[in-house]
Each structure stands twice: as structure tokens, then as C-alpha cells.
């Protein structure tokens, strides 16, 4: 069984991605999917907001040791799913890395 991998994106990966990345990986068969996140502004190794600690411990989530991280090419090669948080976050991915845009989609493609 192949691994698909999935990569939530927003601006600085302290709050909506890590959240994301949090609950997905909650969710998801870690036998069928690897999840990350990263940010199109982000500073690397910093700790999720205490506002996205606080609403994921809310639900029964644990997201303290996620770590931001800025995004690479590596991480857009590697995804089979980019999914920015926003259509801001999208167009931001697809201007960086023009020739991978098939793979960035917005979160609210996926809903409904």
C-alpha cells in the first residue's frame, strides 16, 4: 500500500497548518497517510501559539510538539497533497513553485 503524504501550509505554522497537522494526524490511517505542515513566512523550530494549543487541547488534541517550519521545494516534491489554508496561501505556493501547482489545492476543496 502506497503512503500518501499531505502538507498543510498557512503563513507562519504556529496555528491554522499546525492545527491541521495535528488533527489530521489524528484522524488519519498512519498506515496509509504521512501529514506535516509548514508555512510560507514561517521562522523554523517555533512552538504552535498558545491560542492553537489551547483550541486543539479543547477537542482532545495534543499539538504542543509541533514545530514550524518554512516551506521548501523538498516538501512540495514530496507531497502528493499541498493544502494551503487559504487561496492567499495557494497563489503564494504556486508563484514560489510554479512547475509543482497541480499538487497545491485550498482547504475548502475539500469541504463538503
Do not use: K
Request: aromatic share 6%; glycine share 10%; proline share 3%.
Amino acid at each position: 500500500m502506497a503512503m500518501t503524504r499531505v502538507l498543510f501550509v498557512c503563513t507562519g505554522n504556529v496555528c491554522r497548518s499546525s492545527l491541521a497537522e495535528g488533527l489530521f494526524r489524528r484522524e488519519a490511517d498512519a498506515r496509509r497517510f504521512e501529514v506535516g505542515s509548514a508555512g510560507v513566512g514561517a521562522v523554523d523550530g517555533l512552538p504552535p501559539s498558545q491560542n492553537s494549543v489551547l483550541a486543539a487541547a479543547e477537542i482532545g488534541l495534543d499539538i504542543r510538539d509541533i514545530r514550524s517550519r518554512g516551506i521548501t521545494r523538498e516538501m512540495v516534491e514530496r507531497a502528493d497533497y499541498v493544502v494551503g489554508m487559504t487561496q492567499g496561501h495557494v497563489g503564494a505556493i504556486r508563484a514560489m513553485f510554479p512547475e509543482l501547482a497541480e499538487r497545491v489545492y485550498a482547504l475548502c476543496e475539500f469541504a463538503g
